[in-house]
Nanobody, 120 residues
């Protein structure tokens, strides 16, 4: 069983910064991909950023140059540094882990979500 515990959300003014953390526990493979998704009211959940075990990253176009994803494999923790926040970044942010099961199959695990609100 895998558990994900998120922290770091909150209220911030436009132009401000926040850092989200997600600590994973349980049977996490060193090959697991980790990432962050977000869901704003009335919208579908979307990928924000992802990082694979080798350190390669992928970002949504809307956050490129402002957000940075990183991971600490020893701590099984993934971070999302968010700078130059905009009101449109307001959403519930979810941590995601894709744990490999072999033969090209993966299991998705999700955190409980943390609210990020960007407002003056």
């Amino acid at each position: 069983q895998v558990q994900l515990v998120e922290s770091g959300g909150g209220l911030v003014q436009p132009g401000g910064s926040l850092t989200l953390s997600c600590a994973a526990s349980g049977s996490i493979s060193s090959l697991a991909a980790m990432g962050w998704y977000r869901q704003a009211p009335g919208k579908q959940r979307e990928l924000v950023a992802a990082i694979i075990s080798g350190g390669g990253t992928n970002y949504a176009d809307s956050v490129k140059g402002r957000f940075t994803i990183s991971r600490d494999n020893a701590k099984a923790t993934v971070y999302l540094q968010m700078n130059s926040l905009k009101p449109e970044d307001t959403a519930v942010y979810y941590c995601n882990v894709k744990n490999p099961r072999g033969l090209g199959r993966w299991t998705d695990y999700w955190g409980q979500g943390t609210q990020v609100t960007v407002s003056s």
